[in-house]
């Protein structure tokens, strides 16, 4: 029912940005929680981050925070990801995921996520 189509990864040098998009189509955009994980090569998907679907709250793993933002623009159905002082540990396939009137927090673990995108890569050169 619900589609999420991700982009904007790509290549960029240890220190550069990037944004990744969400769009996403069908059931009314602002009842979803959104969020991101990331799989790194030969590891586990693990959550990055999250926005709320009422207040906006926004929740985020320590190795990113003060580096990435996390936004929404429910008028354009997007969710937004900047990336600054990339490293290349954060190399991986980004997902984009959606929870229909729940929370996606630190504690969500993946298996309760209904809806995710098929994923963009992000590869940061050292």
């Known amino acids: 029912q619900l589609q999420l189509v991700e982009s904007g990864g790509g290549l960029v040098q240890t220190g550069g940005s990037l944004r990744l998009s969400c769009v996403a189509s069908g059931r009314t955009f602002s009842d979803y929680a959104m969020g991101w994980f990331r799989q790194a090569p030969g590891k586990e998907r693990e959550f990055v981050t999250a926005?709320?679907?009422?207040?906006?709250?926004?929740y985020y793993t320590d190795s990113v925070k003060g580096r990435f933002t996390i936004s929404r623009d429910n008028a354009k159905n997007t969710v937004y990801l900047q990336m600054n002082s990339l490293k290349p540990d954060d190399t991986a396939v980004y997902y984009c995921a959606a929870r229909w009137r729940t929370k996606i927090t630190t504690l969500t673990t993946r298996d309760t996520i209904r809806h995710w995108g098929k994923g963009t890569l992000v590869t940061v050169s050292s």
């Open positions: 926005i709320g679907y009422i207040d906006s709250s926004t």
